[in-house]
């Protein structure tokens, strides 16, 4: 029975007791303004409860709004509205007390009038949307007529003429916002004049993003709710003939383009040659489709397919529907990266924002941030902007001459940090070196240059596609290069985001210099060290922040190292954790610390590619495989590992016993094949025993689904350490022992060597018990997960159930009893039988 003002989650059926848990501590996160940190394992439903328990609390949001609203409004005078004024001393005649606050209220009255009045009109408009599907496709003949006319606009008198740079003010954003928010009609501007309350979810990758959209149509919220995904270029163009450009560059080059084509200055159209334009931008075309995205909930998919039928840009119409939509679903990359929010039009402000599979979130802000360059890119920057200097010396203005001579300037000093020089192909000393800020700028001799102010110069407005349609010649020594095809599209998008990164305080960030044989494989990387400075800005915009993922566990060093570091208080954070949606039984997590012959297992660095050690490794698994029906996922620390390990089991003739066991599959390096080996494994594991090699962190360790027959045992080779060599870690260790407080007797350099490790081992052991019935085996197989300090890095649902066996015997007794029941298996005693201990 519910309790009194206690909020109601409508549902798509009887959601489970940690669901109405999960939703409850959202709902009171969500309402409080909080920080949330929420765990939920994969299988428990956590989209839905997302979904559900966010979604209801929007709607008693904008209730209790319309509600107070209303109260304020009715009146005869008789309610006070409590607005606040400056109070003053009794030097201040009460008339003049009085005046201020009438006068103070009135206007509140008004503002909220304006307010309902736009808030009516917004709502009105999207009911006559998802009810009068005519509205959908009314103009379409008429944007059809827009089409051809589209086609031959933007001729130009003069070819060149586009190439020009517009004069350039290095404190003056781009006001190109509402370039494409054609239409006369004022209702049309009340739906894009104001952002109203909403819920930004973003996740990893598009297809995470999808299938989250998937979870709302299948929700009570999916006739009610107006939802827009947002996309990149690339994965939202409809234009064939620039999708065929392949590259992420490439393609967002030449669509700026055609956008200069079609919005020459001033309108004008003049005679000359004609000028290619896309089709698909055409205002009204724009319109009729972003009122289409607001009526109905759709992914990605599902939206190119419409928007190839009405011949519209989705990518540019979902950016026109973010202010009235009420869910916006997004990648990383657009929310959490300022300059990418902003040219979307994300506004955070006021706003709640829910960032999903957010295990790695440090990780995502510091690579987003981070920003590298080569020196083949460098010398084709220079060579592209000296030429292009050169060309039209005498028509650009003054102050952009100046800009682009101080960016010629960087850039050869940049090339010279690498040892090399313009003119001639150089060669150089293979070396690492690691510099703060300051010391790279002092060594590059560019400290007197303020890029500030230079970085805004060469960006998608204003430089970099004048510089990707300007004909240029290739560098010395750049010709035939194997690089041709990535330098081919301008780098100058790559040079600003150095600049950019290089503005960062000395502190948070250092530069990596690699020097290869030759500068044009040599490279400089900015590696950002402090990734709360980046992501402070969201936390203060934003109303309440969700961190969620099914795996957050540890989460100690992300309190400190992305919240308390960005000036978090404690009293804002709220963690939530839940266990599973399976039985106990249905899980049998064992600590291995010994092999059949005895031999310790230890995959410490000086004793894991030891014959002995190997041997052992191929013992236990042949044993695993002797008992273990069903698909057997093993999981090595490296590739390199995975590597040396196999070679060794097929000279000793392990692996030819294995394989007269169980079907033999092997993860591929390169992402293009990992469908196919992963199809094939599925086949072959339903219907006949099959075991899977595969790396922690690889490409079937996050985002994979070992469910039922695909992973009935989870094996973990040893702990997936990084490589505490890289000057890029070392760096890292430095930082934060420098700047966070040590505790448990550990340093926070250690501490986050730790972590890394057991992310990287949470995220795998993950990949089994997707679903309510689903049951699996999980081994761990090194003696140094039975530390106390390392089993409480595991997730509460497994760790609650391990058991840490010192000998091979009686952990094998218990996975052999556990499978010895063929007659059985399947079946509901069959499953619980599977895990038991």
């Known amino acids: 029975m519910e309790e009194a003002g206690a909020p109601h989650f409508p549902f798509p059926y009887q959601p489970y007791p940690i669901q109405e848990q999960f939703m409850q501590a959202l709902y009171g996160a969500l309402e409080h303004g909080k920080v949330g940190i929420f765990e939920s394992p994969t299988g428990t439903g956590k989209s839905l409860s997302l979904i559900c328990g966010a979604l209801s609390w929007l709607r008693d949001h904008e209730e209790k709004r319309r509600q107070e609203a209303d109260r304020l409004l009715q009146g005869d005078g008789g309610t006070s509205l409590s607005i606040s004024t400056t109070t003053s001393s009794s030097a201040e005649p009460d008339w003049i007390t009085d005046f201020v606050q009438k006068k103070a209220e009135r206007d509140f009255v008004s503002k909220l009038k304006d307010e309902e009045l736009r808030r009516k009109k917004r709502e009105e408009h999207l009911e006559m949307i998802r009810n009068n599907s005519q509205l959908k496709y009314a103009l379409k003949r008429?944007?059809?007529?827009?089409?051809?006319?589209?086609?031959?606009?933007?001729?130009?008198?003069?070819?060149?003429?586009?190439?020009?740079?517009?004069?350039?003010?290095?404190?003056?954003?781009?006001?190109?916002?509402?370039?494409f928010c054609g239409g006369d009609d004022d209702d049309e501007d009340d739906l894009v004049e104001e952002h109203i309350t909403k819920i930004y979810y973003c996740s990893r990758t598009h297809s995470q993003l999808a299938q989250f959209v998937h979870e709302v149509q299948k929700s009570p919220f999916s006739q009610d709710i107006s939802l827009v995904p947002l996309g990149s270029r690339q994965n939202m163009c409809v234009n064939e003939e620039v999708r065929r450009l392949g590259s992420v560059q490439r393609i967002n080059d030449r669509c700026m383009e055609m956008q200069k084509n079609k919005h020459v200055e001033g309108g004008k159209r003049?005679?000359?040659?004609?000028?290619?334009?896309?089709?698909?931008?055409?205002?009204?075309?724009?319109?009729?489709?972003?009122?289409?995205?607001?009526?109905?909930?759709?992914?990605?998919?599902?939206?190119?397919?419409?928007?190839?039928?009405?011949?519209?840009?989705?990518y540019y119409a979902t950016r026109l529907a973010i202010p009235p939509a009420q869910l916006v679903v997004l990648p990383y990359q657009t929310v959490l990266h300022e300059g990418t929010r902003r040219a979307s039009g994300v506004q955070l402000k006021g706003q709640v924002l829910i960032i999903d599979e957010a295990h790695n979130l440090s990780d995502v802000l510091s690579c987003i941030h981070s920003s590298e360059l080569t020196g083949a890119q460098l010398c084709r920057a220079h060579s592209q902007l000296a030429q292009?200097?050169?060309?039209?010396?005498?028509?650009?203005?003054?102050?952009?001459?100046?800009?682009?001579?101080?960016?010629?300037?960087?850039?050869?000093?940049?090339?010279?940090?690498?040892?090399?020089?313009?003119?001639?192909?150089?060669?150089?000393?293979?070396?690492?070196?690691?510099?703060?800020?300051n010391n790279f700028l002092f060594k590059a001799q560019i400290d007197n240059i303020n890029l500030f102010k230079v970085q805004g110069l060469p960006n998608r407005d204003t430089l970099s596609v004048p510089l990707s349609l300007s004909p240029v010649e290739s560098p010395p020594g750049q010709q035939g290069a194997a690089e041709d095809r990535e330098l081919a599209a301008s780098p100058m998008m790559q040079v600003e985001g150095f600049?950019?990164?290089?503005?960062?305080?000395?502190?948070?960030?250092?530069?990596?210099?690699?020097?290869?044989?030759?500068?044009?494989?040599?490279?400089?990387?900015?590696?950002?060290?402090?990734?709360?400075?980046?992501?402070?800005?969201?936390?203060?915009?934003?109303?309440?922040?969700?961190?969620?993922?099914?795996?957050?566990?540890?989460?100690?060093d992300f309190k400190q190292e992305l919240l308390f570091s960005a000036g978090v208080g404690a009293e804002r954070i709220i963690e939530f954790s839940c266990g599973h949606v399976i039985p106990p039984e249905n899980i049998l997590p064992i600590v291995l610390c010994s092999g059949p012959s005895g031999q310790e297992l230890e995959f410490t660095f000086q004793n894991r590619d030891t014959p002995h050690m190997m041997e052992e490794t191929g013992r236990v698994l042949s044993n695993l495989c002797n008992v273990v029906p069903g698909g057997v996922v093993c999981f090595f620390p490296s590739y390199d590992?995975?590597?040396?390990?196999?070679?060794?089991?097929?000279?000793?003739?392990?692996?030819?016993?294995l394989s007269s066991k169980k079907k033999i599959f092997q993860e591929p390096k390169k992402a293009n094949q990992v469908e196919k080996v992963l199809n094939e494994f599925s086949h072959i594991a339903f219907w006949k025993a099959s075991l899977l090699f595969s790396v922690v962190g690889g490409k079937m360790s996050e985002g994979i689904n070992f469910s039922d027959e695909l992973g009935r045992?989870?094996?973990?080779?040893?702990?997936?350490?990084?490589?505490?060599?890289?000057?890029?870690?070392?760096?890292?260790?430095?930082?934060?022992?420098?700047?966070?407080?040590?505790?448990?007797?550990?340093?926070?350099?250690?501490?986050?060597?730790?972590?890394?490790?057991?992310?990287?081992?949470?995220?795998?052991i993950g990949r089994a018990i997707r679903h309510r019935e689903d049951y699996a085996c999980i081994v761990l197989c090194d003696r140094r997960y039975s530390r106390p300090a390392t089993l409480a890095k595991l997730p509460d649902w497994i760790r609650a159930h391990t058991h840490t066996h010192t000998s091979f015997g009686p952990a094998f007794a218990s996975l052999r009893r556990a499978v010895s029941h063929p007659t059985v298996i399947g079946s509901p005693i069959g499953r619980r039988i599977i895990g038991l201990g």
């Not at 590992?641 to 016993?657: K, Q, T």
């Not at 760096?731 to 250690?750: F, I, T, V």
């Open 142 to 179: 008429k944007v059809e007529h827009n089409i051809l006319i589209l086609s031959r606009e933007g001729e130009l008198n003069n070819p060149e003429e586009e190439l020009i740079v517009a004069e350039y003010e290095s404190d003056d954003e781009s006001k190109t916002k509402n370039k």
């Open 641 to 657: 590992y995975s590597r040396r390990i196999l070679d060794n089991w097929e000279a000793s003739g392990v692996l030819a016993r």
């Open 499 to 556: 600049f950019m990164a290089l503005t960062n305080a000395n502190t948070d960030g250092r530069v990596v210099l690699h020097t290869q044989g030759s500068v044009a494989v040599s490279s400089m990387k900015f590696l950002l060290l402090n990734p709360a400075v980046h992501f402070a800005q969201v936390l203060k915009d934003c109303r309440a922040v969700i961190i969620a993922g099914g795996t957050m566990q540890p989460v100690s």
């Open 713 to 764: 045992c989870i094996v973990m080779v040893g702990m997936p350490y990084p490589n505490i060599k890289s000057p890029e870690l070392k760096e890292k260790m430095a930082y934060l022992d420098k700047n966070l407080p040590h505790s448990g007797g550990r340093s926070p350099g250690q501490a986050l060597i730790e972590n890394l490790c057991m992310k990287a081992v949470n995220q795998s």
């Open 270 to 314: 003049k005679r000359g040659a004609s000028k290619a334009v896309c089709p698909y931008v055409g205002a009204q075309g724009l319109q009729t489709l972003r009122d289409t995205v607001l009526g109905a909930v759709r992914d990605i998919e599902q939206l190119l397919s419409l928007a190839r039928e009405t011949r519209s840009c989705p």
């Open 388 to 437: 292009y200097s050169e060309r039209y010396r005498s028509r650009l203005k003054a102050k952009n001459l100046m800009y682009i001579k101080q960016i010629l300037f960087v850039v050869e000093r940049l090339v010279r940090v690498l040892g090399g020089k313009l003119i001639f192909p150089s060669l150089c000393l293979p070396a690492t070196e690691l510099l703060t800020i």
